[in-house]
């Protein structure tokens, strides 16, 4: 349908086709990001002989090491009930210079939501939120799976609402689905299957590289130009593993890093979007849709692998 839109829009008006920006131009040499990490503080399965405690305080002193202190993280506090070592692993996140957001109470998809139910999802997150940033600034949002609702009211009533309450949306525009490997990784851990280990983080790190890449060329299709970048991450023990290698792969790129308030001052984070969509994407994705404009190539993660190694 997409090609056949396009075909006509060609067809019928080569002046606005024209005008569009086309093939991508070069990358530019230092892009701007920041790293964010969802899903605090029990991110995907654990592996054998890990805890919470453990993985957030790795994660957090490898942020340290590259001066990311202030990074975000953002908590679904349905995981903090009643489990002591959840707890201590998002206070030693605050207490090595972390900040947390709101990411609802029980990560509920907006999209399988009513607005109502989906703002007292956001509320209910908000007592634990408050009790562990204690005067650090908590008020910033990440839409559970990006989804940001599937009609442009519902879209609306949610953004009205957030603003209202004092929130600030943090939009993404870097994703490699980083997450779909620690479940694998949990199991290939228990079985002791070191060459399959192997892979992941291999294919994990290719992904990286593919679609940081096509992230940054959508940007050159959709806005003319590059923006500051937040790039979605997710705190689980896999992307704390890899999280080395994931940096000396950013500074290669000549990544330079950046505090998520000055990313997300970017007007195009706040810009207004005609459109709504039932699909998962970045900020960059929902521009693209919304003008219906052709993807740059991409390898797809290897989903069929993920799902069977170490079963
Ligand atoms: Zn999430």
């Given at each position: 349908m997409k090609y056949l839109y396009l075909f006509a829009l060609v067809a019928l008006h080569p002046l606005t086709w024209a005008a569009q920006p086309s093939a991508p131009r070069a990358l530019g040499a230092h892009p701007v990001v920041t790293l964010t990490f969802d899903?605090?503080?029990?991110?995907?399965s654990l592996p054998p002989n890990t805890d919470r405690t453990q993985i957030l305080t790795k994660l957090a002193d490898e942020l340290r090491s590259n001066r990311l202190e202030g990074t975000y993280g953002f908590v679904n506090?349905?995981?903090?009930?009643?489990?002591a070592d959840a707890q201590n692993a998002l206070h030693i996140w605050l207490n090595s210079g972390m900040n947390i957001g709101n990411h609802t109470w029980s990560h509920v998809l907006l999209t399988e939501s009513t607005v109502k139910a989906f703002e007292e999802e956001i509320a209910k997150d908000e007592p634990a939120l408050e009790s562990f940033a204690?005067?650090?600034?908590?008020r910033w949002f990440r839409y559970p799976a990006l989804l940001?609702?599937?009609?442009i009211y519902k879209r609306r009533a949610v953004l009205r609402y957030l603003a209202g309450h004092g929130y600030r949306v943090a939009r993404?525009?870097?994703?490699?689905?980083?997450?779909?490997?620690n479940d694998p990784y949990a199991r290939c851990v228990a079985q002791n299957d070191t060459a399959a280990i192997q892979w992941l983080k291999q294919s994990y790190m290719e992904s990286a590289v593919e679609y940081i890449r096509a992230g940054r060329e959508e940007q050159l299709i959709v806005f003319g130009h590059e923006i500051p970048n937040v790039l979605l991450l997710h705190a689980t023990a896999f992307t704390t593993l890899m999280l080395p290698d994931l940096m000396t792969l950013l500074r290669r790129e000549g990544f330079v890093f950046d505090g998520l308030a000055h990313v997300a001052s970017d007007p195009i984070y706040t810009r207004e979007l005609n459109a709504a969509f039932a699909d998962d994407g970045t900020l960059t994705n929902l521009f693209m849709d919304a003008k219906n404009l052709k993807y740059p190539p991409v390898k797809p993660i290897p989903e069929e692998r993920l799902k069977t190694i170490c079963q």
């Open positions: 899903d605090l503080p029990a991110a995907g506090a349905v995981d903090l009930t009643g489990d204690q005067v650090r600034d908590w940001e609702g599937e009609s993404v525009t870097l994703d490699f689905q980083d997450d779909e490997w």
